[in-house]
């Protein structure tokens, strides 16, 4: 099985999937990109490096059983995609926190109040492969025991559903 974990950077893909108890293995497929020159060029004015999605999908080519933890992730073949989802409000505290800049922070913060990632994710693998869940407020652990869930077949598929005016 392949399970996607995707969400706009922030939503906590790293800190969850460090949580987790699964015989999946979990490629945090930014520091794969890095660590295998897998991009095509640098973004300079983001500071950034843009993937080369046909070179990660061959390094993952042959790879089963993986849980792929990125903001790309659902632009890739998977059977169940998991997207965190975190307040902008929050989604912006925990961006400058970590040090990004504050403009990256914002950018970031607005892509998720207008659910850029869900509508990609639902786009590209349709609403049933599709599990969303709200970090906003919670522990890394809570959230890592709802992905074992989707792991698990314990949950049922959601899109859309988490609301953002809970937290104005
Ligand atoms: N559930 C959470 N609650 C509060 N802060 C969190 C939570 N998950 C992650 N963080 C913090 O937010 C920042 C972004 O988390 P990270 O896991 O790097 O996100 P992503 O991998 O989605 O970009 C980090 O500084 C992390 O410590």
């Given at each position: ?54 070179a ?31 307040a ?67 949950r ?13």
């Open positions: 099985m392949r399970v996607a974990v995707t969400g706009t950077p922030g939503t906590g893909k790293t800190t969850a999937t460090e949580h987790l108890d699964t015989d999946l293995d979990i490629v945090h497929l930014n520091d794969v990109i890095q660590e295998e020159d897998l991009y095509t060029e640098v973004d300079e004015a983001r500071d950034s490096k843009v993937a080369d999605l046909d990660v999908r061959d390094w993952l080519d042959g790879r089963e059983d993986v849980l792929v933890e990125s903001h790309l992730s659902h632009l890739l073949d998977a059977d169940r995609v998991v997207v965190l989802r975190c902008p409000g929050e989604l912006e505290r925990r961006l400058i926190e970590r040090g990004e800049p504050s403009e990256k922070a914002e950018e970031n913060a607005e892509s998720e109040a207008l659910d850029v990632i869900l509508s990609e994710t639902v786009r590209d693998h349709g609403k049933p492969n599709v599990y969303e869940i709200d970090t906003t407020d919670r522990d890394p652990a809570a959230v890592a025991d709802d992905i074992e869930a989707v792991l698990a077949g314990d049922d598929p959601s899109a859309g559903e988490v609301d953002f005016t809970e937290y104005l």
